[in-house]
């Protein structure tokens, strides 16, 4: 594997980044007093590196032709996407307080109508297959964009993921990259159906694959950098994370798809978070 | 084209959606070819060898299908992907709603098969296609009649930007209208006058109304026929004035009744407050024989014989 050398500086900018990104999770879940923290939390790392490390992308022009993409296929992280785009400055802080109430435009699960939203997600094994069709006309386009798109290890479950595995490697989508998120929870608790062993059946598919601690910024923009070969293959990074990741007392918790946490409870939380990035 | 489907007597024109597209295709650089292992069973074969580099076969799986034209619409190509009716409905049901219409993506979904064209049986025969359809909001629901209005059809769901759902007549297609049919998305034609029975009819069935009105006016009978190719958004004015304008009202469809134009038939008519005698032809509420299809046909009452009988009952 191709060693990539990272600035140790910008991964201390990028887990900063991280951690805000914690910061706006908690006070999006906040609000309703529940919600997709766990799953929010352990995907924080992997998007504070693509947003504001390995993605070209445009905060002022969201719908910039030719820009990279990420795509989230499991709609219910949304928690973590808006925090994402609340860091890079798309969303008001102030808004991140409307996090699932009516009408607001940061639902629980991700909206076309909501910003800097690639894909309605929500209906699970949806997401690899549009990805697909974006990276398809990217190529046609001659753009040298590329698609990352997110799935869970739940979600591999659905059918029409492996459908979507046969065809990127069959029509060779090197500017596709799948950033699968195996924190081993689902709906109804602990990965129901084993899915093991998740890379080996990947690269079984033809995927150019890799599996990291998705926790760890050095590891994930590392093995990003190295989705940028482009050998006809598509990439797949596994990414293991902790659900809860950064407060020690959700990471300890029951393994749980849906977090709800006691009014009382939320300042401790913060604190924790806090606490947690002094160490 | 498969043996077992029957041309009328009138002329008839080979592939008429595949020819339409491929010109399509030729002046507009951001049409693209998709379908899932039925490339020559749904007509599109004359696109793939005129536009080999924007034609894609996604294997037999027609979620994916359905999630790759979806995801070429965001990058602002137009794909038109062919299966059969019952893999676009009943397999490929949630991606239609979710990543094509939820999401208002300029996806055309093309259906071979419809209804009653096939004695395959239950699994291809997609009886109940443009009902499941209709009910998903923000999707186009077109049903043609013949070869001039398939490809009429196709060049304006390529016009209009947003996701539909259109039938395939395939291989060799009657031509029932001029070349110049008219079509607009979303409007009913009155290809008859008449004051006694008025047919309302869809797809493939308007070519019977039209034999079976001009028959019986040869016995004396006024028979009218309004064609209603777009089942969605449904054309409620015109179905309303066309009713009130005879005495008695003939449905015939290609799909279940139930659920079908006649219950969008009398669902008008009643919210109109117009009461018209209505009698239905199509398909019934149970999944149907395997067999040759013009037997199959006359058995379900979707020939020009059944739906004379049928007009001349509701003229007594």
């Known amino acids: 594997m191709q060693s990539v050398e990272v600035d140790q500086a910008v991964l201390d900018g990028l887990r900063a980044r991280a951690l805000n990104m914690r910061r706006h999770m908690v006070r999006m879940a906040r609000g309703p007093g529940q919600g997709y923290l766990g799953q929010g939390l352990a995907i924080a790392d992997a998007l504070a590196a693509l947003y504001f490390h390995e993605m070209r992308w445009s905060p002022a022009d969201l719908q910039r032709e030719g820009r990279d993409r990420f795509i989230l296929s499991t709609g219910h992280y949304s928690i973590a996407l808006w925090a994402v785009l609340a860091e890079a400055g798309v969303i008001p802080l102030t808004e991140l307080n409307t996090y699932g109430a009516s009408d607001s435009r940061l639902a629980m699960s991700t909206l076309d109508t909501s910003p800097g939203v690639e894909m309605i997600g929500g209906s699970l094994g949806q997401g690899l297959g549009q990805a697909i069709g974006m990276a398809m006309g990217e190529r046609m386009r001659g753009t040298n964009a590329r698609m990352f798109c997110e799935l869970s290890d739940g979600e591999l479950q659905e059918g029409a993921t492996w459908e979507a595995a046969m065809a990127a490697s069959h029509f060779g989508l090197d500017n596709l990259v799948a950033l699968i998120d195996c924190n081993g929870i689902q709906a109804d608790g602990p990965i129901v159906l084993d899915m093991e062993p998740i890379r080996e059946k990947w690269s079984a598919f033809g995927w150019q694959t890799e599996e990291i601690d998705g926790n760890d910024m050095g590891s994930v923009v590392a093995a990003l950098a190295r989705c940028r070969s482009r050998r006809q293959k598509p990439h797949a990074i596994i990414l293991r994370t902790k659900p809860g990741c950064g407060i020690r007392s959700l990471e300890v918790r029951e393994k749980s798809h849906f977090i709800r946490v006691d009014s009382t409870e939320w300042d401790l939380l913060a604190a924790e978070l806090n606490q947690e990035a002094a160490q | ?316």
């Open chain 2, 1 to 316: 084209m498969g043996l077992d489907e029957q041309g009328g007597p009138r002329p008839t024109m080979d592939a008429p959606f595949g020819v339409a597209l491929t010109e399509l295709g030729t002046s507009r650089p951001n049409i693209i070819g998709l379908t899932a292992d039925l490339g020559k069973y749904t007509d599109i074969h004359p696109f793939r060898d005129a536009h080999p580099n924007r034609f894609f076969n996604v294997g037999m799986a027609e979620q994916n299908l359905v999630a790759i034209a979806a995801g070429l619409a965001r990058t602002g190509f137009v794909p038109f992907a062919t299966t059969y009716g019952v893999f676009a409905t009943r397999r490929a049901y949630d991606f239609v709603a979710i990543a094509c219409a939820h999401a208002r993506a300029n996806v055309k979904i093309i259906a071979g098969l419809p209804g009653l064209t096939t004695g395959y049986g239950g699994t291809h025969q997609a009886t109940e296609d443009t009902g499941l359809m209709c009910m998903v909001p923000d999707l186009v629901v077109i049903d043609p009649c013949d070869a001039t209005e398939t490809m009429a059809a196709t060049r304006a769901i390529a016009d209009y930007q947003g996701p539909v759902y259109m039938r395939l007549l395939r291989g060799k297609v009657p031509i029932v209208f001029e070349s110049t049919c008219n079509f607009e998305i979303g409007k009913a034609r009155l290809l008859l006058s008449g004051t006694d029975v008025g047919i309302v009819s869809t797809g493939l069935m308007t070519e019977r109304a039209l034999d079976a009105a001009m028959q019986l006016r040869k016995k004396g009978l006024s028979v009218g026929v309004l064609h209603v190719p777009t089942l969605k958004p449904l054309d409620t004015t015109a179905i309303t004035e066309f009713a009130s304008s005879v005495r008695s009202v003939v449905s015939a469809e290609n799909h279940v009744v139930r659920g079908g134009l006649a219950t969008m038939i009398a669902e008008t008519l009643f919210r109109a407050r117009l009461q018209v005698p209505l009698k239905s032809v199509g398909l019934p509420d149970r999944f149907l024989e395997c067999g040759v299809v013009a037997v199959l046909q006359e058995r379900y009452g979707l020939s020009t014989d059944r739906l004379m009988a049928e007009v001349e009952s509701a003229a007594r």
